[in-house]
């Protein structure tokens, strides 16, 4: 019997005993995902201008500590799921062209996967939140969650109501949970503005919602400003700071203590990513061989890109001003590459692992759910790498490991 | 959903009678479409048992993905019938495939299809900014459509193509998330800013995406899809000419303003000395009378100019006219700042700016 016949059968009992149809607590709109420290699962819901707050319980979170993620000594990922797409559109009654992935999310106590996803592509579009439970994608029952929300988006007039609906938008592209507050990022259909939303949690009804200005430093003359794709809380030298990629892809460093209600900052612009190009992520991460602070950047263009935390701490600002020239390319701050193309989200499972949802390597067909071990998110099957042909040398004993048995 | 109820029904019978399991002959399944269930009938009692303990006797699955799972579905025995109801609503013109497999007996099985009511084609019915010449840095267009739309077709749908014929090579910026107002029927367009901001790469190696002096069209294909899945039809296009580049922050004092007399219900007027943005326009100008209340009434511009027609007759007195900071024209400068803002400017704090008129 397969997990989602078993879901089927529990979820039924309940129903059949109440005698109601489907209890619907899903949100609007399902995009931009991030936990707390503990079971707090925020889910950026841009239609209805919300972020909601869903308390996961025990019936809705598995362990899955005992899910083999891989071989990291061997540089050897797991396909969790292969075309993942079409497994979540089947249990929708879809076919894959009719779901969308939206974000993707790590609850690391347990290091269960979820997932946001939108069935069909019209206003009223279902939002649905899965989990992976080892290897199978499940849909989870919203209805058991204890649920918050609180207000992100732009409120509505009567002018910009058209039959009910509100013509400005806020696209939530971005939230981070940093003790006890998050930090809501997203993108405007009526302005171009960087303004960065900060909210205590639990809710109380208070909206921060700071304007941040920057340089950009790619101006020789000029500042302006513009919208943060996304963004981490990281500590440098000790102080909690707001390091966050804008679109077209300046990477600003500001101390979170300057993110005070309706604060204009000029933050300090350290580095740029190069053009033609958006972020999609950055994480933070420590190193599991050298113990070194980093965060990772995931980019729609270019492959991903890696920054020591020492590095960001000790950055100057990039040159501004009258007399500066010119930055046309990667700059600023120094940028490990990573071998990262075809990512569409990324998130870390432990001190060990990161999974990508991502088109596998050789198929671009395929949208696999894969995981792929730090430090240098490299997964040898992926590369045409000297050390995985049969007659090649093996100085580091690749061939001498047994053959990897998953769970 | 008549008609479309009916068909299933006649499907689901033409199966029935097919069967020829004599235990399953009084067994009919037939779907409500007004409950969104599949309702089967006609079983003996114990069997009705079996199905309520067991749920996963049944399958339900899009015809499409024979090897899937059955989608989730909740039971409910009312009346000494089964109500099977799935946890995602079934869509028209998609086969699916149902069963209950019986444990100790035959299983029951048919295909249906719920028929697609008819979709309206969609258009599209507006393009902001809608004066014929604009700035040559204009950040953001307005697509406005006659339904609501499918998300995921802009990279594909849309183009901006020089009067030369020659596709202008990625104007817009590419987010993951298209830019809808909550209808799905208004598209925002980002020119990307990296190819307008003065001395940024993108500027300077592949040029701004709109070149002084130069016609452009805007084209929407023909296949872009509404929500329903109805085509455009054949290409719209939107055309316009670029001039020069807009580049100063806004001044209000360059507005001419047009007061209506008191007593009288005529729009309060503004003239913009450019183009502001629409969306803007209508949700960050407000009028306050000489009591300190909104003015209530009809909104209207099309970028060039605003007006407001009031609801009750105007009173004599100073009417405040409040421009939001965050009012931007088509090239994202603002009140506080040109959008390419000299150093040292866009952190300055620039409060709400008002014009003060009198109305007599």
């Known amino acids: 019997m397969s997990i989602l016949t078993k879901s089927i059968g529990a979820s039924l009992i309940a129903l059949a005993a109440s005698g109601a ?131 992100v988006g732009p409120v509505p007039s009567a002018e910009t109501l058209e039959f009910g609906q509100p013509l400005n938008t806020l696209a939530i592209t971005d939230i981070d949970f940093y003790k006890g507050e998050i930090f809501v990022s997203g993108v405007s259909n009526e302005e171009f503005s960087s303004k960065l939303r900060r909210i205590a949690y639990p809710f109380d009804g208070n909206v921060k919602s700071t304007s941040i200005e920057i340089w950009h430093a790619v101006h020789a003359m000029y500042e302006t400003r513009a919208p943060i794709i996304t963004q981490t809380i990281a500590e440098l030298d000790g102080e909690p700071t707001l390091v966050a990629v804008y679109a077209c892809t300046p990477i600003v460093k500001i101390p979170l203590a300057e993110l005070t209600d309706g604060a204009q900052i000029r933050g300090t612009m350290i580095g740029e990513m190069g053009f033609g190009n958006t972020p999609i992520d950055i994480l933070p991460y420590v190193n599991p061989w050298d113990g070194t602070s980093n965060v990772i950047v995931t980019n729609t263009n270019r492959s991903a890109a890696s920054i020591k935390l020492e590095s960001l701490a000790s950055a100057e600002a990039m040159p501004h001003g009258e007399g500066v020239g010119n930055v046309f390319s990667i700059a600023g701050v120094p940028q490990f590459p990573l071998p990262m193309s075809g990512t569409q989200h990324l998130d870390m499972v432990d001190p060990m692992w990161a999974v990508a949802l991502r088109t596998a390597p050789e198929d671009a067909g395929n949208l696999q759910l894969h995981t792929i071990p730090l430090p240098f998110f490299f997964d040898r099957a992926d590369h045409i790498v000297e050390m995985n042909w049969a007659d090649s040398p093996d100085p580091f004993g690749y061939r001498a490991a047994p053959k990897l048995e998953f769970n | ?143 406005s459509f006659s339904e609501p739309m499918a998300r995921g077709q802009v990279r594909d749908s849309i183009s901006l193509v020089r009067g030369d014929g020659q596709i202008v090579d990625s104007p817009f910026l590419n987010l993951a998330t298209e830019l809808w107002d909550g209808n799905q029927k208004r598209l925002t367009l980002l020119l990307d800013p990296g190819r307008i901001k003065q001395g940024v790469g993108p500027n300077a ?21 509404s929500a329903k899945g109805a085509v455009l039809g054949s290409d719209r296009r939107a055309v316009f000419e670029v001039g020069p580049p807009e580049r100063h922050a806004i001044d209000p004092q360059g507005w001419d303003i047009a007061t209506p007399h008191a007593g009288s219900t005529l729009p309060f007027t503004l003239t913009f000395d450019r183009i502001i943005d629409s969306g803007a326009a209508l949700r960050l100008l407000s009028l306050i009378d000489p009591n300190g209340a909104e003015i209530s009434g009809t909104l209207y511009t099309d970028g060039g100019g605003w007006s407001l027609t009031p609801s009750t007759p105007w009173e004599p007195g100073y009417y405040q006219l409040l421009i939001d900071p965050e009012l931007e024209d088509v090239a994202g400068n603002t009140i506080r700042a040109a959008f390419d803002a000299t150093a040292g400017i866009i952190g300055s704090t620039v409060p709400e700016a008002s014009i003060y008129v009198h109305i007599d």
Do not use: C
């Open chain 1, 21 to 151: 149809a489907w209890a619907d607590a899903s949100p609007q709109s399902a995009g931009a995902l991030a936990f707390d420290d503990a079971n707090t699962l925020f889910v950026g819901d841009s239609k209805a201008g919300v972020v909601h707050a869903f308390e996961l319980n025990g019936n809705i979170i598995e362990d899955q500590a005992d899910y083999v993620l891989g071989r990291a000594q061997t540089f050897e990922g797991r396909t969790i799921i292969d075309n993942i797409d079409e497994k979540i559109a089947a249990m929708l009654g879809v076919t894959a062209e009719d779901i969308v992935i939206n974000d993707m999310a790590v609850h690391a106590p347990s290091k269960q996967i979820f997932l946001s996803v939108h069935r069909g592509h019209g206003p009223n579009a279902e939002a649905v939140i899965l989990k992976v439970d080892h290897g199978e994608v499940e849909l989870v029952d919203l209805s058991d969650a204890a649920h918050t929300q609180t207000s």
């Open chain 2, 1 to 143: 959903m008549q008609r479309a109820s009916k068909f299933v029904r006649q499907i689901f019978s033409a199966a029935l009678l097919l069967s020829p399991f004599s235990a399953l002959a009084e067994t009919k399944a037939r779907f409500d479409a007004a409950l969104g269930a599949i309702i089967v009938s006609g079983m003996v009692s114990k069997d009705t048992s079996l199905l309520l303990n067991d749920p996963s006797l049944i399958r339900l699955q899009n015809a499409a993905t024979p090897e899937a799972s059955g989608m989730l579905v909740a039971l409910e025995e009312v009346n000494g019938e089964v109500q099977i109801k799935p946890r995602f609503s079934l869509q028209t013109s998609t086969r699916y495939a149902f069963s209950i497999n019986w444990p100790n007996a035959a299983p029951f099985s048919t295909e249906f299809t719920l028929n697609a009511v008819a979709a309206a084609a969609p258009d599209l019915v507006a393009f902001s900014p809608q004066q014929s010449l604009i700035p040559a840095n204009t950040l953001r267009f307005y697509l």
């Open chain 2, 205 to 225: 190696i592949a040029g701004a995406p709109l070149v002084e002096g130069q016609r452009y069209q805007l084209v929407v294909s023909g296949k872009m899809k």
